[in-house]
């Protein structure tokens, strides 16, 4: 008989530790795969209600898959996020909600399953729901964004000629009035001149009235919702000052007895380029004015600026960063691509004519000179690059940058209200310069 120690439990050791071995790799696989769906970290919250359309976004440190189904009787939108568990974060949505959102009347959240959230809208009217994700950009990482649209958007151009209804009437009476003030004028007999006359005075000829109709002007505030725009060392943003300056342009204009105003946005919310644009021709705009503070990498730069289109490249390197910084906004604010029309968005593109380039340099010209009279300017003459927002092939369009937000000290002029409105004031002079010129013509459409 052999001295020699047996295999036999060796091998059964061996057998047992590899057992051992794969059921520690299975569990740590599953610990893994537990990792992965509930690693996600939900990072904020956000809601934007407007007249448009609500936008509510998630933010979270890695994309996370969605599905959703729309019912009704009562009208919600329910979506089930996969991968997440409940937390504070996701529970302050429902706080979020404002009584005054047009679609959203409020929204539940729990855990459906152990890795899916579900979050229910209940809404206030049919809605067409678009859901899609962001990828990083700038300060944001990924965001799932649900864009809740009326089923029956409203109609801009109709609200805006209700808005102005009066304004219109009285426009079209004073007009009859000054023509049967000319029709008389030019009827009345002469008196034979007598053979000694004192001299008589001379009375100025009743004038015919220059404008036909109201002149529609669209003021477009930059940027909004999720894109602040640049922000200032004291924390200005963008967006907050230049819908300050849009709303005291309108008033001033509403303020005129001939013009009527429409902004594209008249809160915090975001509006995609292109559809600024289609606002715009959507009203019959005769112009389109986009305000805008500037922001450059040197914090000495200042001086207010006006901007056109152009078809042959920038007129400078200025103008050509501040238009690829313009023209990212769509990046940051969040636009899906997927449903945008890229049809008519290449047209646009296309069809910007040298008429409306050359009538935007008339009255980018008069504006400038009338912000000339009491602010420093960037550039004494109107410059010219690639902007989107300015690709109207029939409205003449100009951008005005109203100031440096990145520079210290006109951060400050830009949060004065004495400030604001004295650029307001001076864009509305120079609006009124150019059409005193170029008066429209007397009829647009059923406008």
Do not use: C
Not at 375 to 390: C, M, T, Y
């Amino acid at each position: 008989m052999s001295n020699r120690p047996s295999n036999k439990p060796t091998n059964l050791v061996r057998r047992e530790q590899l057992k051992l071995s794969a059921k520690l790799l299975s569990f740590a696989l599953l610990l893994t795969e537990i990792d992965i769906a509930w690693g996600a970290k939900i990072l904020g919250v956000r809601i934007w209600p407007s007249e448009d359309y609500t936008r509510i976004t998630l933010e979270s440190d890695t994309p996370l898959p969605i599905s959703q189904q729309v019912l009704s009787n009562p009208d919600r939108l329910v979506v089930d996020v996969q991968g997440l568990q409940l937390n504070a974060t996701l529970k302050d949505l429902v706080a979020k909600v404002k009584p005054n959102d047009p679609y959203v009347s409020q929204i539940r959240v729990g855990q459906y399953q152990p890795t899916v959230v579900r979050l229910v809208f209940d809404l206030k009217e049919p809605i067409t729901p678009q859901l899609f994700t962001l990828n990083p950009i700038g300060e944001y990482q990924y965001r799932m964004v649900f864009d809740l649209y009326p089923t029956a958007p409203p109609d801009p151009l109709m609200e805006l000629v209700k808005s102005s209804a009066r304004k219109e009437s009285a426009l079209v009476k004073a007009n009859e009035e000054v023509d049967q003030i000319a029709q008389f004028a030019t009827k009345k007999e002469a008196p034979s001149a007598p053979v000694m006359q004192a001299i008589p005075e001379v009375k100025p000829a009743p004038k015919t009235a220059k404008y036909q109709r109201l002149i529609t002007i669209a003021i477009d505030a930059g940027h909004g919702g999720e894109d602040p725009g640049a922000i200032g060392s004291m924390g200005s943003k963008e967006k907050h000052v230049v819908l300050s300056v849009a709303k005291r342009l309108r008033e001033k204009i509403d303020g005129e007895s001939y013009m009527r105003s429409f902004l594209t946005r008249d809160g915090d919310y975001f509006v995609p380029l292109h559809v600024r644009v289609q606002k715009a021709r959507s009203v019959q705009a005769d112009l389109f004015v986009s305000i805008h503070a500037d922001a450059f990498i040197e914090t000495n730069a200042k001086g207010a600026s006006v901007f056109a289109l152009s078809q042959m490249g920038a007129s400078s390197t200025t103008a050509r960063w501040m238009a690829n910084k313009e023209n990212a906004s769509d990046l940051i604010g969040g636009i899906n691509i997927k449903t945008q029309d890229r049809q008519v968005a290449n047209l646009l593109l296309d069809m910007s004519t040298s008429a409306q380039i050359k009538d935007s340099l008339q009255v980018g010209n008069s504006v400038l000179r009338q912000i000339g009279g009491f602010a420093p300017l960037h550039k004494g003459n109107v410059e010219q690059a690639s902007f989107a927002v300015l690709k109207a092939p029939d409205i003449p369009s100009i951008l005005v940058e109203t100031a440096f937000i990145s520079n210290p000290q006109e951060e400050v002029k830009l949060n004065d209200e004495a400030y604001q409105d004295r650029i307001a004031d001076a864009i509305l002079r120079g609006i009124k310069d150019y059409f005193s010129k170029n008066p429209p013509v007397a009829k647009r459409g059923n406008a």
